[in-house]
Nanobody, 120 residues
């Protein structure tokens, strides 16, 4: 079993900051990709930021404001969100692609989501 547990969401005013955390647990051989997606009401889920193979990718709408990082010891990924805007309001989901064995396939897992609400 692999579980992604998120925390850090909340209600903030525009211009303020939040840091989301996602802790991975279970027998994981390696985390090949980890990141964050978000879904606003009435909209499709969209990529926010990912990190894999030493490469960090950000959606255009968060570049310069959000920072993704990971702590390999704690198996935790973070999303530091600065200069939040009302349009950032969404449920944020942790996402990870993991290998369970040395030669295993890549499996995708999702967190339960955490609500981020930004008031203008």
């Amino acid at each position: 079993q692999v579980q992604l547990v998120e925390s850090g969401g909340g209600l903030v005013q525009a211009g303020e900051s939040l840091r989301l955390s996602c802790a991975a647990s279970g027998r994981i051989f390696s985390i090949n990709l980890v990141g964050w997606y978000r879904q606003a009401p009435g909209k499709q889920r969209e990529l926010v930021a990912t990190v894999s193979k030493g490469t960090t990718n950000y959606a255009d709408f968060v570049k310069g404001r959000f920072t993704i990082s990971r702590d390999n010891v704690k198996n935790t990924v973070y999303l530091q969100m600065n200069s939040l805007k009302a349009e950032d309001t969404a449920v944020y989901y942790c996402y990870a692609e993991v290998s369970l064995t040395n030669n295993g396939y890549n499996y995708a897992y999702w967190g339960q989501g955490t609500q981020v609400t930004v008031s203008s």
